[in-house]
């Protein structure tokens, strides 16, 4: 696994001071109102959501059923919420655990995501995505790219996707193109601590899709002991079983929402009932984290897709979050091959979506 030298502290320095906007990000008032947890927490004034998993015991009954964990789980939750946030003291088997042994079953017939192929994993059944059981990531990095008051983001991309995107710039992970790496979440661990300290503000878990990392996503912070805010950069397309063990455990979610309520996710993603989905995991996000949402414009498909999606946060978040309106669209991958989104996106298509986001009274910011 990569390490950091000293030639790369000096360069990671020079990109922090060729973004200033990132330096002081975090004393924009909009920030400071929307993102006021996750603010406290890199400042290390308050304690990660997972760091307070890590510090409410909990007895696991030994040969539980999935069923009888759930409602362990369920019931724990109510009382983790009452908890106070500056009573921290790690304990051995504690919610996290609960979470993460909870998430193991649900690989055994993975649900994980919303295309609930129910095969066993563990087994080497593989469903959309792919993928056993094991930890695999494509890369680990000191991102200087992401929205500035993310910037600088300790960004995992875990390997493969549940999406389809014709479009995607990482295709080559979401694809399964390249060949992604298998780690041991202890090792992980250790390397997200050291980023940590190393000034990184976040741990950004991306890819591909983190969704289907779940379990072991849980178990690599079960190792973590720095005060890290964990950023969920997804695409959303995940079950209800698994927004459900999110609870609690994200301090941000960095979502995407790609499409609007028409055919296009399925003409360009192969994507079912991706409106539903994604809006639902949305409104139950809002409720449990702050929420940064993004927006990629797409060619030729901003009445279709950004005019409802805008739409739907003003109505359903509306000042509650952020809004990214994204305009680098390229062309990648399969997309050349589609007349309708083979081209960069027009200074017009962008000078829309904006002035609707405005007329909303929607927080952009990137």
Known sequence: MHKLNMDEKIKFSELLFSRPDAVYALEDEDVKRVMKRYVNVVNNKLPAKFILLKSFEVEIPKDASIENLWKLHDSLMKEFKEKEENNVKFFKTNLLTLKRIIANE?????????????????????????????????????????????TPSHTIFFWSCNMFCIFCQNYTISFRLEEGETIEPKTLAKIIERRRREGCRNVNLVGGEPTMFLHNIF???????????????????????????????????????????????????????????????????????????????????????????????????????????????????????????????????????????RELGLIVKG
């Open 106 to 150: 649900i690989v055994k017939k993975c649900q994980l995501c919303e295309w609930n192929c129910k095969v066993d994993r563990t087994k080497g059944r593989r469903g959309v995505c792919q993928l056993d059981d094991k930890l695999r990531i494509s890369s680990e990095f000191i991102h200087m790219g992401e929205e500035s008051f993310i």
């Open 219 to 357: 178990e690599i912070f079960e190792y973590v002991n720095e005060n890290v805010p964990i950023v969920w950069n997804s695409n959303m397309y995940m079950s209800e079983l698994s927004m459900k063990l999110l609870d609690g455990f994200i301090d941000v979610y960095l979502t995407d929402f790609k499409f609007g309520p028409g055919n296009c996710s399925q003409e360009l993603a192969r994507t079912k009932n991706y409106w539903n989905v994604v809006a639902r995991n949305h409104l139950i996000a809002s409720k449990q984290a702050e929420v940064v949402v993004r927006h990629l414009i797409l060619p030729n498909h901003v009445e279709c897709c950004t005019f409802p999606i805008l739409e739907w946060i003003s109505k359903n978040l509306g000042q509650n979050c952020i809004v990214n309106l994204m305009d680098q669209y390229y062309p990648y991958f399969k997309a050349l091959e589609n007349e309708k989104i083979n081209r960069r996106i027009t200074k017009g298509e962008y000078r829309k979506a904006l002035e609707k986001a």
